[in-house]
């Protein structure tokens, strides 16, 4: 079965520190995607990245980077530089890479940056 | 990416009546999820609703108590039926995929449901 750990439940940082969220995966699938999802107070859902399992290149993306390491079955996400703005809860999530593509989430990891 | 809409956007309801949500996406699209959210908690699949036939329900929901439809590549509806307050959650549809290039799931606003 598909499983995503977010052992850290909550993070509190002060504005301009760099902070890195961890995520944990896993599955029996050789081929899958990894997700991270950022959930602002209002409520929705927003699409941040996809990683797929045959890419382990790291990707930055302004002040935000990830970094996939398939052996030690980990998807950071790094933001340099933290505003207030960043403050939400952050979900990584897995899907298999073909069939049914339900996404499996972890359990939020809720960041908050302090001026 | 989709622009996905849902109303209500938030609900409080009576114990034991029933609530119907709907999902509307501007493009067609070839699947359509419903997430329950509970308070404090993470998103936990309910269902995945297929265009023209019964929706495909995960462990723990059964279609008498969140019956779905979908009749059409645009449009969804999620109905929590006898509601007790412990339905209390946000109910998020989500679309995928849409970018034609990989499995990328979007998510409408969800409704904020509270039951007294």
């Known amino acids: 079965a598909q499983k995503v750990t977010q052992a850290q439940t909550e993070i509190s940082v002060v504005e301009k520190e760099d902070v890195t969220l961890d995520c944990v995966y896993e599955t029996r699938d050789t081929t899958y995607y990894l997700f991270w999802y950022k959930q602002p107070p209002s409520g929705e859902l927003v699409f941040l990245i996809r990683?797929?399992?045959?890419?382990?290149q790291n990707e930055i993306s302004g002040r935000y980077s990830w970094n996939f390491q398939k052996s030690t079955s980990s998807f950071n996400f790094t933001i340099t530089a933290s505003q207030v703005v960043d403050s939400a809860v952050y979900f990584c999530?897995?899907?298999?890479?073909?069939?049914?593509?339900?996404?499996?989430f972890g359990q939020g990891t809720r960041l908050t940056i302090n001026p | 990416s989709a622009v996905i809409s849902q109303k209500p956007s938030r609900d409080i309801c009576q114990r034991g009546t029933s609530l119907t949500i709907q999902c509307q996406v501007d493009s067609q699209v070839t699947m359509m999820f419903w997430y329950r959210q509970q308070p404090g908690q993470s998103l936990t699949l309910i269902a995945t609703?297929?265009?023209?036939?019964?929706?495909?329900?995960e462990s723990g929901f059964v279609i008498d108590k969140f019956p779905i439809s979908r009749p059409n590549l645009t449009f969804s509806t999620l109905t929590v039926s006898n509601m007790s307050p412990e339905d209390s959650s946000i109910y998020l549809c989500s679309v995928g995929p849409t970018d034609g290039a990989g499995e990328t799931q979007y998510f409408g606003p969800g409704t904020r449901l509270l039951v007294l």
């Open positions: 609703a297929n265009q023209g036939s019964e929706a495909t329900y």
């Open positions: 999530a897995l899907s298999d890479y073909q069939g049914a593509q339900k996404l499996v």
């Open positions: 990683r797929n399992s045959f890419d382990e």
